[in-house]
């Protein structure tokens, strides 16, 4: 047991046994008795969070279809009925579409980098003789806690056309100065920058978790069969992760459609640059409510943004029912 | 494949090599990384204390000046900082109470106690979870209107005292760390529910309870979007909003000032996080096994 496992708080969740001795409610027969009393106490200990859950959580989400049939407007009170107009508009709305864009190129370029980067880190963090373990995970671990928009306003000052630190880094070895924010592609790989700095340590603690997890036996086994360290890593390491890996995905893709700090602060307010070049789904959102106040035309996109959620995760489905089908697993 | 047989000659020599020494190199990685990690920080504290006039040239300053106090007050002009530190501290410490309270208790009945409907409503709360976060926000918003909760902290709070996140996670606490012979044995011995909670499973889940709290805490001293969109009075406002409003007025003027106004946001975070880093660190990690 390394020292990390041993200061945790783990809750291991495979002590768990199939025929535990259940709590209050011995059932023989197989049919489960409720026990009243405790009925009624688990129902009192369970209704803080529905009732939070209820109102705060699931009727907004109910609401929001009515809401995009409406033209509402915080201004007067008449709220009239305008059928699938908002919809209509947002389909034919060019900064939606470009939104949609600029959210999955900032996703693609803060996700895929990271990911091997992290594996990267995770693998030269398993080692057991490396020293200073707590060191290095907890400087890993640090970027995360920061807010994401004093990050990017050390970040948007760093990646300056004239006097930002990486310009004049790029100086020396004879390119740029780049306009990083001024650019459309530049201006997301700076905001992915952001993204990865927050998030890399964090997803390497979480790929060293679940490395950790691997059996040592498979490596030993895979040793005596002569296999190097890269095929390793590629045949034993890596079908392991599959799981986290496609963890990471989904949460990465939520993640991604929620980018807002690190735009509306790069940008100074919520247009997403002066020719909307990092304009995201959710800063057109929050610029539809805040600023113009549509709120139809607002719950009308976080329906279209559910949409594509929805899409992303059947393709995500999809593509992992298709890598499981190869027998790993 | 000439490979795979030559290594298999020596099997003795090659066992256990995935998992041999660092070399140096590895470390170089790590320096680097920790270098990375570090370095914006560091970063904040050079802007912020330097001069405009340092700052705006090639090659910039990189050491730290000895302007921070003037930048440290010119915050102060621009927003009520040391209000919004404690609007901010008081918001974040209760929701993290309530949180780990209310999860600890409906963590408990998911994991220990059996009651008609349960499957359904753990399915209810996963199935909702999937849906964005965007698409409640403007009903939510439009929610908070009616209730004249507008540049009210209450808007803030109560949406956040028990979420479904503090649930799952004190639900796997729970069923982890509490032996269900212990609680027969509590029973069987008179115990009710409540005492059962009170006596055996609280002392046993505080080290977890804390570290819930801790990320809870984090949560809400960073959060953005929705407190930007509720307050709108500079007494009201909570750190985050503050520095926004720094960054919106202060654009392109003086990058000294809202470099201050972050690093003295970020200041407390990373004192707090030297001393609560490890137990985060193995948060993290656990909640990745558990996942």
Redo the contacts between chains.
């Keep these: 047991m390394t020292s990390?496992t041993a200061?945790?708080?783990?809750?291991?969740?495979h002590?768990?046994k199939p025929n535990?001795?259940?709590?209050?409610?011995d059932h023989p027969g197989g049919k489960?008795k409720?026990?009243k009393?405790?009925?009624r106490?688990?129902?009192l200990?369970?209704s803080?969070?529905?009732l939070?859950?209820l109102?705060?959580?699931?009727?907004?989400?109910l609401?929001?279809v009515v809401?995009a049939f409406f033209n509402?407007n915080?201004m007067d009170n008449s709220h009239p009925y305008v059928g699938m107009q908002n919809f209509h508009d947002l389909v034919a709305d060019p900064i939606f579409w470009l939104s949609v864009r600029n959210t999955f190129s900032i996703w693609f370029f803060a996700t895929i980098p990271q990911m091997f980067m992290a594996m990267?880190?995770a693998s030269?963090?398993?080692?057991?003789?490396?020293r200073g373990r707590?060191?290095?995970?907890?400087?890993?671990?640090?970027?995360n806690?920061?807010?994401?928009?004093?990050?990017a306003?050390?970040?948007g000052?760093?990646f300056g056309r004239?006097?930002g630190?990486i310009n004049?880094l790029l100086s020396h070895i004879g390119r740029g100065p780049i306009d990083w924010i001024e650019g459309s592609v530049t201006s997301h790989i700076a905001i992915a920058s952001m993204i990865t700095?927050r998030w890399v340590?964090?997803n390497s603690?979480?790929f060293?978790?679940?490395m950790n997890?691997i059996s040592?036996d498979l490596?030993?086994s895979?040793?005596?069969?002569?296999?190097?360290?890269f095929q390793?890593f590629r045949f034993v390491t890596l079908p392991q992760l599959k799981n986290?890996i496609t963890?990471m995905v989904i949460v990465g893709t939520?993640g991604g459609?929620?980018v807002?700090?690190e735009p509306?602060?790069l940008g100074?307010?919520y247009d997403g640059g002066d020719s909307q070049q990092f304009s995201t789904?959710?800063l057109y959102?929050?610029k539809q409510?805040?600023v113009n106040g549509t709120?139809g035309y607002?719950?009308a996109?976080?329906?279209g943004?559910?949409v594509l959620?929805v899409i992303i995760?059947g393709i995500n489905f999809f593509i992992t029912r298709r890598i499981a089908g190869d027998g790993s697993k | 494949m000439s490979?795979?047989?030559s290594?298999?000659i020596a099997?003795k020599r090659?066992?256990?090599?995935?998992?041999?020494?660092?070399s140096p190199f590895?470390y170089c990685?790590?320096l680097f990384?920790?270098f990375?990690?570090?370095f914006?920080?560091y970063?904040?504290f050079v802007?912020a204390s330097n001069g405009q006039d340092v700052?705006?040239?090639?090659?910039?300053a990189i050491v730290p000046g000895h302007n921070f106090m003037t930048e440290f007050h010119a915050v102060l002009d621009v927003v009520p900082f040391g209000r919004t530190m404690f609007n901010t501290l008081a918001i974040a410490l209760v929701i993290a109470f309530a949180q780990v309270f209310?999860?600890a208790?409906?963590g408990?009945?998911?994991a220990?106690?059996?009651?008609?409907g349960?499957k359904f409503?753990v399915v209810f709360?996963v199935g909702?979870m999937?849906?964005?976060?965007?698409?409640?926000?403007?009903?939510?918003?439009?929610?908070m209107?009616k209730l004249n909760w507008i540049n009210d902290f209450k808007a803030l709070i109560?949406?956040a005292?028990?979420t479904?996140f503090g649930?799952f996670w004190m639900r796997?606490?729970v069923?982890?760390?509490i032996p269900?012979?212990l609680?027969?044995a509590a029973?069987i011995d008179g115990a009710g529910?409540?005492r059962i909670f009170r006596s055996i499973v609280v002392p046993v889940i505080l080290?977890?309870a804390f570290?819930l709290g801790l990320f809870s805490f984090?949560a809400t001293?960073?959060d953005?979007?929705w407190p930007?969109?509720i307050l709108n009075s500079p007494d009201h406002y909570t750190?985050?909003v503050a520095?926004?409003q720094l960054?919106?007025q202060a654009?392109?003027v003086d990058?000294n000032i809202?470099?201050a106004?972050?690093?003295m946001?970020?200041a407390p975070?990373?004192l707090?996080?030297v001393f609560v880093?490890?137990r985060?660190?193995?948060?993290?990690?656990?909640g990745?096994?558990?996942?």
């Design positions: 990390l200061g945790g708080t783990a809750p291991k969740s002590r768990r535990r001795v259940q709590f209050k409610s489960v409720y026990n009393a405790e009925s106490w688990a129902y200990f369970i803080p969070f529905y939070v859950f109102i705060f959580g699931l009727a907004p989400i609401f929001s809401v509402w915080p990267g880190i030269i963090l398993r080692s057991p003789k490396l707590v060191f290095w995970q907890s400087m890993l671990l640090l970027p806690i920061t807010s994401a928009i004093a990050i306003v050390v970040f000052q760093m004239d006097f630190i004049i700095w340590g964090y603690l979480i060293l978790a679940a997890a040592r490596y030993e895979a040793d005596l069969d002569g296999a190097n360290k390793q986290t963890f939520i459609l929620q807002f700090a509306a602060t100074g307010n789904l959710t959102l929050f409510v805040a709120y607002a719950a996109i976080g329906i943004i559910t959620v995760s | 490979s795979v047989t290594s298999s099997p090659r066992r256990g090599r995935y998992f041999r020494g660092l590895s990685v790590l990384i920790a990375l990690s570090f914006p920080f970063w904040m802007v700052i705006a040239k090639v090659p910039p209310l999860s208790l409906a408990f009945a998911f220990k106690l059996r009651f008609p349960q409503l709360v909702t999937m849906l964005p976060s965007q698409l409640g926000l403007v009903p939510l918003f439009m929610l209107n109560v949406p005292i028990v479904a649930v796997q606490v069923d982890a760390q269900n012979e609680l027969e029973r529910i409540m080290p977890s570290v984090l001293w960073n953005y979007l930007l969109l750190v985050q520095l926004t960054n919106t654009y392109g990058y809202v470099m106004g972050s690093f946001a970020t975070l990373v707090l996080f880093g490890r985060l660190v193995a948060g993290v990690m656990d990745a096994v558990k996942g």
